[in-house]
């Protein structure tokens, strides 16, 4: 009876034993080698990421101080733009207040001292509430050169033709019936697409829309 019993305790401990093992998750000699790689992997990752994060900040920080310098830049350059449109202004007004308004036959006309391009002289003359001006007859083209200050100028007028050849007046849209080239213009192509009066002539020419020219305005009222 003796010798069995113990053999039971035996037998029970090894079962245990054995039992034990069994509900370990792998820890053979191969799990571990596992286990250490997976940590060494994890190790990587993790330095990876610290050094990931580390360019990161450093490369946000080098956008910022591009961004930074860009912005400088744009309010430098804003800046001077905004001088420059104060500057206009302050002679535009001058010029309005000195009644540059010429009066002929019930039309009024005001002849710029600064320069801009036909768009923007299009649109400044709208802003002083009235149009680049529109020329009717001889009389009247006659009338309009001789008003103008500066003969040693060329100046700007409301005709232009946005499809090749058909010279169109901007207030009205109005083809013009009326016409005074200077010879060799009034078909100089697709570049030259807006009308200007020639330097001491009172004959236009088709030139360059861009060309920053001084303009003529006209309005219905002084
Ligand atoms: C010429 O045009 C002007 C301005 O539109 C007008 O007042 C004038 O009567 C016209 N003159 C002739 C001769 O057609
Ligand atoms: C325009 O006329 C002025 C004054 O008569 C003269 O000094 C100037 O040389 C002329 N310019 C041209 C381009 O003919």
Redesign the pocket.
């Known amino acids: 009876m003796h010798s069995i019993f113990v053999f039971f305790l035996v037998c029970a401990g090894k079962y245990a034993f054995t039992l034990q093992i069994q509900n370990l998750p792998c820890l053979t000699d191969e799990s571990k080698k596992d286990l250490d790689d997976a940590r060494k992997e994890l190790k990587t990752v993790d330095n990876y990421l610290g050094k990931t994060v580390g360019t990161l900040e450093n490369d946000v920080q080098k956008t910022l101080n591009n961004m930074k310098q860009k912005l400088v830049t744009m309010k430098s350059t804003v800046g001077k733009i905004m001088k420059k449109v104060e500057t206009d202004l302050v002679v535009l007004k001058k010029d309005l207040k000195k009644g540059q308004w010429k009066k002929y ?3 009024c006309y005001y002849y710029a001292s600064l320069g801009a391009a036909w768009y923007k002289a299009e649109r400044l003359c709208r802003d002083f509430g009235g149009y680049l001006v529109k020329i ?2 001889s ?2 083209n006659e009338w309009v050169y001789s008003a103008s200050k500066y003969k040693n100028y060329y100046y700007w007028i409301g005709l232009s033709d946005l499809i090749e050849g058909e010279w169109r007046w901007s207030i009205d849209q109005s083809l013009a019936t009326f016409k005074a080239w200077q010879s060799g213009y009034g078909s100089k192509g697709h570049s030259s697409n807006c009308v200007a009066f020639k330097n001491n002539k009172s004959k236009w020419i088709d030139t360059n829309c861009k060309i920053g020219y001084l303009y003529i305005c006209e309005r219905n009222f002084c």
């Open positions: 036959q019930g039309h009717d007859n009389s009247e």
